[in-house]
């Protein structure tokens, strides 16, 4: 593959990581999600800003990174998950969420923008990331393994091929965004 | 061109579909899906490090995620500038410490808000690794390559979060 090559230059990764960054936390900035009411709003359900920025990106990526696939151009990279590990996470990560206000790409952007208790967030980050690092060889003996899920993807778990479901989702995107405008969210 | 770049806001559905083209970049040019919250455990080794090397790298997690500045880190210092760009063009960057919304219900102390985040943040971080991602890993990056755990994820983080600020603020839809 042509990529093999840039894909493992790591000098040019680190570079392509900053560019990729910055256009990132441009768009998260220019988006509003940067912002701790807009965040708290979305949690509040009564500012959607969030979901739409997330789905559309979605929506974009998925069909994207699904056609290259096709065309042999990329590889997935997703993990599998587990009750123990994913619901149990998710739902720490979502209390966090709540109280900090900011998520990990989010509060690095808020901190851009000058959000000073974003950036005590960060630290609180990398604090829970390193507490989490030290529990991890117990953790992974127990309750990450606990209730592996049956399948890594949507399409695998269903038994449908790639495409349709892309396809499916796709629509399912479009309708609930679109019903969004239509009431007036 | 510089006056779209200068506007306070744009689109979501724009912000979101450039955030979309941008996943196929990084899968492309990177052969990595756009994620943040590994940096923090990179960043949390690197320190560990610094103080006993021999201990940090003897842990099993850090073999796994090797504490070093790398792709993903840099992921992460990118976001700030691009937001402080962006920021900047509008002529909308604030020094702040309270926000507002917060200021409103839990009162202007700044070491209220401070301890708060603080305390957010650890949750924030442990759940992240715990889950195996965050907003972006498993929100953006995972959930469009379809992976069953990136939205059950995504999910989850929504339960917990809806729960959690309407124990904070009320649940405004009821």
Same mark, same amino acid.
């Given at each position: 593959m042509a990529f093999e090559q840039l894909r493992s230059d790591k000098r040019t990764q680190v570079v392509l990581g900053l560019l990729f960054g910055i256009v990132f936390g441009f768009l998260l900035q220019k988006g509003g999600v940067t912002a701790y009411g807009v965040i708290i709003g979305q949690l509040l359900l009564t500012d959607h800003t969030v979901i739409k920025v997330m789905l559309s990106a979605v929506l974009v990526g998925m069909i994207g990174v699904y056609t290259m696939k096709a065309f042999g151009l990329v590889r997935l990279h997703y993990q599998e998950g587990s009750v123990g590990a994913t619901v149990i996470g998710g739902l720490i990560f979502g209390a966090g969420f709540a109280i900090l206000g900011y998520c990990p790409g989010t509060a690095a952007g808020a901190v851009g923008a000058g959000a000073l208790d974003a950036l005590v967030g960060m630290v609180g980050i990398a604090l829970g990331a390193g507490a989490f690092a030290h529990l991890y060889p117990r953790l992974e003996r127990g309750i990450l393994r606990? *209730? %592996?899920?049956? %399948? *890594?993807t949507i399409p695998e778990l269903l038994g449908v091929r790639p495409g349709i479901v892309v396809v499916v989702v796709a629509l399912l995107i479009t309708g609930f965004l679109y019903l969004l405008e239509v009431l007036g969210f | 061109m510089i006056a779209w770049l200068m506007m306070a806001s744009w689109s979501p559905y724009i912000v979101g579909a450039g955030i979309g083209v941008l996943t196929w970049l990084t899968f492309l040019l990177s052969d990595r899906p756009l994620g943040c919250s590994t940096a923090y455990a990179k960043t949390a080794g690197m320190v560990e490090s610094a103080i006993s090397r021999k201990n940090t790298e003897a842990m099993p997690y850090y073999r796994k995620v090797p504490p070093a500045i790398d792709w993903q880190w840099m992921i992460i210092i990118g976001i700030l500038i691009g937001a402080f760009l962006s920021a900047s063009l509008s002529g909308s960057f604030t020094v702040l410490v309270v926000p507002p919304v917060f200021a409103a219900v839990f009162g202007t102390d700044p070491g209220v808000r401070l301890l708060t985040a603080l305390l957010g943040g650890i949750l924030m971080g442990m759940g992240a690794r715990w889950a195996g991602g965050c907003t972006s890993g498993h929100g953006i990056s995972g959930t469009l390559q379809l992976s069953l755990a990136s939205w059950v994820a995504a999910g989850c983080f929504f339960i917990g979060g809806i729960l959690v600020a309407g124990l904070m603020y009320g649940f405004a839809f009821l």
């Open positions: 606990s *209730g %592996a899920f049956p %399948a *890594g | -």
